[in-house]
């Protein structure tokens, strides 16, 4: 009898250590996603799963281009998956052409899927705040991103993490690059 208690003891220890550590991970250094919807296509496509990597902006900010996941404000458990565009401090401006203007010169970059055809609201300069990021989805026309005033400027506090890791489907598993 009492090598059976020691036993469950032992037994309820190990899972308890089980369950904490992975806790410790999903809420401090990665959490898996799935993307839903076509607005990072070509890069990130619907029902990817991903492992958003939480820690490593803990140590640095995030960067230009990177592929960062927030909290949609209007809808529970619901998160969006955009590129950084704007930085903090900066001012961001698109142009009836499509241009895409940080402070005042055009943003050399290629993620964009096609031409931007609404700038939204960044039709006016916007300017960034100290905490504030300026997101797109890659595909620029089928995207509800900054430029729409139900998603706007993204806060520093707001992002979960950067996009890591496809883990799903199996053909397309490897690390996502962003630049």
Known sequence: M???LKE???TSIYLLGVLLVTYLIIHFVGQRTEVQGGSMEPKLYSEDNLIVDKISYRFHDPERFDIIVFPYQYADNTYYIKRIIGLPGETVQIDT???IWIDGEILEENYGKEVILNP???YEPIVLGE???FVMG???NNSTDSRDPSVGNIRRE???GRAWLRILPL???GFIRHR
Do not use: Q
Request: aromatic share 8%.
């Open 8 to 10: 469950i003891l032992s």
């Open 120 to 122: 939204g609201r960044a």
């Open 158 to 160: 707001d992002i979960v």
């Open 131 to 133: 905490d504030e990021y």
């Open 138 to 140: 890659d595909n620029r």
């Open 97 to 99: 052409e499509g241009n």
């Open 171 to 173: 053909n397309k598993f």
């Open 2 to 4: 009492k090598r059976v």
